[in-house]
Structure formats: C-alpha cells, structure tokens
C-alpha cells in the first residue's frame, strides 16, 4: 500500500486547512486510517483515526477542532483542521493498519508527511 499526503501549507491561527491522504491499495476499505503528527524535539504522537467500520476516535489536543473521514470510493482519508493554533504546527502523516491499535510502531504503511506551520 502506498499513500500519498497532501494539503499541507502555512496557515494563520484560526484559520482551516484540509489534508488529504491518497490509498493506492485497492483494499482501502479493509484498512483502519490514522493521522499523525511530529513536531520538533518532540515524539510522533496520533491525531485521529477512522477505523474500518467508520468510527472515529480523536485527541484531545484537537478534539471539536479537527474531523477525520475517509471515502472509500476515493480511497482517501482526510483531516478537517479548523481553528488551528501555533501548538498544531508539526509534520502530520497519514498511515494504515488491519489493527485495532493506537501505537505508531503497529502502523505498516505511512504516507510521506505534509508540513502544517501555524503562524501570523
């Protein structure tokens, strides 16, 4: 499987960014869908996931700010980020899984990493 992230950019506090992440397995649907972030000096943490059966699951960091979805038709997940803050700047990276876990390292596949710098 391989995915590809997109979306990312500069943006100012408050203000909404939607990141995209592109499936290339046909079997998209099978897989659980999660996005994470990094920022400097700190460890990679989750952000949210959308398991197969469409439930979610979302930090609290960003919680009633950020909405995860996917379209299976698509084979695509995204991340509605609205009202960012200075905080939300990291490198944000899609991945996927066939398990129900919430650990990076049990992750198999892993998008290359959008850049989302939160600043005025």
């Known amino acids: 499987v391989q995915l590809q992230a997109s979306g990312g950019g500069w943006v100012q506090p408050g203000g909404s960014l939607r990141l995209s992440c592109a499936a290339s397995?046909?079997?998209?649907?099978?897989?659980?869908m999660a996005w994470f972030r990094q920022a400097p000096g700190k460890e990679r943490e989750i952000v949210s996931v959308?398991?197969?059966?469409?439930?979610?699951y979302t930090a609290n960091s960003v919680k009633g700010r950020f909405t995860i979805s996917r379209d299976n038709t698509k084979n695509t997940v995204y991340l509605q980020m609205n009202n960012v803050k200075s905080e939300d700047t990291a490198v944000y990276y899609c991945?996927?899984?066939?398990?129900?876990?919430?650990?990076?390292?049990?992750?198999?596949?892993w998008g290359q990493g959008t850049q989302v710098t939160v600043s005025s």
């Open positions: 959308i398991w197969s059966t469409g439930t979610t």
């Open positions: 397995e046909g079997t998209f649907s099978r897989y659980h």
């Open positions: 991945a996927s899984t066939r398990d129900w876990t919430f650990e990076a390292s049990e992750y198999d596949y």
